[in-house]
């Protein structure tokens, strides 16, 4: 009998052919999601948050400036508006700066709704035992009440800016996400709105997704590394099956 035909006999009376690698909790993919315009529907008023902050501290700056800067680490935030306006801050005064930003956003309202398919999606990798973790720039002093909203489960990881020692485009947020998760980094995929969120994927080695929730274009997103782009959480939902997601009640062909 020719070598081919054990192969595909033992397969059919099997289900797996010997020699075959068998899957395992550890191939499984896993999935680290940024916060803010990527599960909330918050960038803008982040935005609006710093703007006041900046007028504020008496520092004039466009608002698309500041919105090409959401998703990068608070500090890192100013020190790149800073450059564009040739102005210089002491740590003190860039603290106080950050400051300003968290009280002008919890000023801000209504209060910051999941996007759409946020809440769905996550419900779905839970009840098909994908596990997933939240990594987000944002301090947990200005992240609880987006995460309120989510309804996020007991046990699930949620870094924030004030547990790492740097922020994105950094990549230790999604590293310590997948080490929460006990995940392989190389087997994890990063969701984000941001070409930060990209370059932090990128850096870590993991996959990255983008969305366009956040307010870049697809273009960017992929230059940035995404190597899927989707329109939100509910989109890529709909599409779960081309990022490799089985719901486990599903068969496996």
Same mark, same amino acid.
């Given at each position: 009998? @020719?070598?081919?035909?054990?192969?595909?006999? &033992?397969?059919? &009376?099997?289900?797996?052919?010997?020699?075959?690698?068998?899957?395992?909790?550890? +191939?499984?993919? /896993?999935?680290?999601?940024?916060?803010?315009?990527? *599960?909330?529907?918050?960038?803008?008023?982040?935005?609006?948050?710093?703007?006041?902050?900046?007028?504020? /501290? !008496?520092?004039?700056?466009?608002?698309?400036?500041?919105?090409?800067?959401?998703?990068?680490?608070?500090?890192?935030?100013?020190?790149?508006?800073?450059?564009?306006?040739?102005?210089?801050?002491?740590?003190?005064?860039?603290?106080?700066? &950050?400051?300003?930003?968290?009280?002008?956003?919890?000023?801000? !309202?209504?209060?910051?709704?999941?996007?759409?398919?946020?809440?769905?999606? *996550?419900?779905?990798?839970?009840?098909?035992? #994908?596990?997933? /973790?939240? /990594?987000?720039?944002?301090?947990?002093?200005?992240? $609880?009440?987006?995460?309120?909203?989510?309804?996020?489960?007991?046990?699930?990881?949620?870094?924030?800016?004030?547990?790492?020692?740097? %922020?994105?485009?950094?990549?230790?947020?999604?590293?310590? $996400? @997948?080490?929460?998760?006990? %995940?392989?980094?190389?087997?994890?995929? #990063?969701?984000?709105?941001?070409?930060? =969120?990209?370059?932090? $994927?990128?850096?870590?080695?993991?996959?990255?997704?983008?969305? *366009? +929730?956040?307010?870049?274009?697809? =273009?960017?997103?992929?230059? $940035? !590394? @995404?190597?899927?782009?989707?329109?939100?959480?509910?989109? *890529?939902?709909?599409?779960?099956?081309?990022?490799?997601?089985?719901?486990?009640?599903? +068969?496996?062909?």
């Amino acid at each position: 009998m @020719a070598k081919s035909s054990r192969i595909s006999r &033992q397969t059919t &009376q099997g289900g797996t052919a010997k020699g075959a690698p068998k899957h395992s909790e550890q +191939s499984r993919v /896993a999935f680290l999601f940024d916060l803010d315009g990527t *599960l909330v529907d918050s960038v803008y008023q982040h935005v609006l948050a710093w703007s006041a902050a900046l007028e504020k /501290a !008496g520092i004039q700056l466009s608002v698309w400036r500041i919105h090409r800067r959401i998703g990068m680490s608070g500090g890192l935030f100013v020190n790149a508006l800073l450059r564009e306006t040739g102005l210089n801050l002491t740590r003190k005064e860039t603290a106080q700066l &950050q400051q300003l930003h968290a009280e002008a956003y919890r000023k801000l !309202g209504p209060p910051v709704r999941p996007l759409p398919g946020a809440r769905e999606l *996550l419900t779905f990798l839970t009840r098909s035992r #994908v596990p997933w /973790a939240i /990594a987000t720039s944002g301090r947990l002093a200005t992240a $609880a009440p987006a995460l309120k909203t989510l309804g996020i489960p007991a046990g699930v990881p949620v870094v924030t800016r004030d547990q790492v020692e740097y %922020a994105k485009p950094d990549p230790d947020l999604f590293l310590t $996400a @997948a080490a929460r998760l006990n %995940a392989p980094i190389e087997t994890s995929v #990063v969701v984000g709105d941001s070409v930060w =969120d990209m370059l932090a $994927a990128r850096r870590a080695h993991a996959l990255s997704i983008g969305l *366009l +929730s956040g307010g870049y274009g697809q =273009d960017e997103l992929e230059r $940035a !590394g @995404a190597y899927r782009v989707y329109s939100d959480p509910a989109d *890529l939902l709909h599409h779960i099956d081309e990022v490799g997601v089985r719901n486990a009640d599903l +068969s496996s062909d």
